[in-house]
């Protein structure tokens, strides 16, 4: 069974900072492209972060600069170092690959508010 497991949300204030985490059972990331989406209530989910197999990352223009996608092939995680938030970056977390389908996890909230 595949399960991807996203922790590290929580309640912060504008211009503070969170770094979430994903790691999964049965699913090996290294040779995969992968992604943190957000998902605001009523909305698709978003892609925010990418990171190649390769390293070489990309981000949505509303994030770049304040996100940071990371991974660690050897512990099987990837990461998103958030600064700066903003309360427009309210919304549940999720990791997955991008080019193959993998069971969507439950995601973890981030909530930005005074």
């Known amino acids: 069974q595949v399960q991807l497991v996203e922790s590290g949300g929580g309640l912060v204030q504008p211009g503070g900072s969170l770094r979430l985490s994903c790691a999964a059972s049965?699913?090996?990331?290294?040779?995969?492209?992968m992604g943190w989406y957000r998902q605001y209530p009523g909305k698709q989910r978003e892609l925010v972060a990418m990171?190649?197999?390769?390293?070489?990352?990309n981000y949505v223009d509303s994030v770049k600069g304040r996100f940071t996608i990371s991974r660690d092939n050897a512990k099987n995680t990837v990461s998103l170092q958030m600064n700066s938030l903003k309360l427009e970056d309210t919304a549940v977390y999720y990791c997955?690959?991008?080019?193959?389908?993998?069971?969507w996890g439950q995601g973890t909230q981030v909530t930005v508010s005074s």
């Open positions: 990171i190649t197999s390769g390293g070489t990352k």
């Open positions: 997955n690959a991008l080019h193959v389908e993998v069971p």
């Open positions: 049965g699913f090996i990331f290294k040779p995969h492209v």
